[in-house]
């Protein structure tokens, strides 16, 4: 298996590189993003290992080109005090993350988890056309690339930047009680300008918009003293 090991820092690049491949694995490193892109357009690789900060650019933007052209597995690094990138690159449809300074066996064993999930899978490579993702919930159907959201007839119902990274936020994690502070940097992530109170504000607003009876809510419901949960099955068409 060939894994591409992005980092600046080279010491953390000889690391990746000397303790992967006395576990058996073909290991290529990159210092930026250009010398990665290198890389990929090389031998096929397995998986990236990538750090969020590099001095060409920016991480995020690599691993967002690596998702829209393939579907190669990419795990991240990141630091401490990179919270929101981390959020944002999980979002961006990383499989994983690890906080610096970490331990090369829990790095292996993720690597391994990965590879294992995604072998499992049998994923192919992703083509443009599959790039629009769209579910449906209850009597709605949520696009996920040209944020729209539809009902049942046919008719769109307008959301704001902020009500719709919130509705993307639940859509992705139905059944799953969200606390105010997990959808606040869920949130944030796509950009919107969001404030602790003005969660309550957004689930009162997207209430009045999906359910059929916002005083008595049966798909976004409040957990008393936990946050709230998404409680409709979501499917992908």
Request: proline letters at 5%; a negative charge; hydrophobic letters at 40%.
């Amino acid at each position: 298996m060939h894994i591409l090991a992005v980092d600046d820092d080279e010491p953390v690049r000889e690391l990746l590189a000397s303790y992967l491949t006395a576990e058996g694995y073909r290991v290529t490193t990159a210092p930026d993003t250009a010398a990665a892109k290198l890389a990929l357009d090389g031998d096929p690789v397995d998986l990236v290992v990538c750090d969020l900060r590099l001095p060409d650019g920016d991480g995020l933007g690599l691993v967002r080109q690596i998702r829209t052209e393939s579907q190669i597995p990419v795990i991240i690094l990141s630091s401490k005090d990179q919270d929101v990138d981390r959020i944002v690159g999980l979002e961006l449809g990383a499989d994983d993350y690890l906080t610096k300074p970490f331990n090369p066996r829990e790095l292996l064993a993720r690597i391994k988890a990965v590879l294992r999930r995604v072998s499992g899978e049998g994923r192919p490579p992703r083509g443009a056309d599959e790039l629009r993702a769209v579910v449906q919930f209850a009597n709605w159907e949520l696009d996920l690339t040209a944020q729209r959201l539809r009902g049942q007839e046919g008719r769109e119902v307008e959301l704001t930047k902020a009500e719709f990274g919130l509705l993307a936020a639940f859509v992705k994690r139905p059944q799953r009680v969200l606390t105010r502070d997990q959808l606040l940097d869920l949130t944030r992530a796509d950009g919107a300008e969001v404030f602790d109170r003005s969660i309550d504000v957004l689930i009162l607003r997207l209430r009045r918009k999906i359910e059929a009876n916002p005083k008595e809510p049966r798909i976004i419901k409040t957990e008393r003293g936990a946050g709230y949960v998404f409680d409709a099955k979501v499917r992908a068409i």
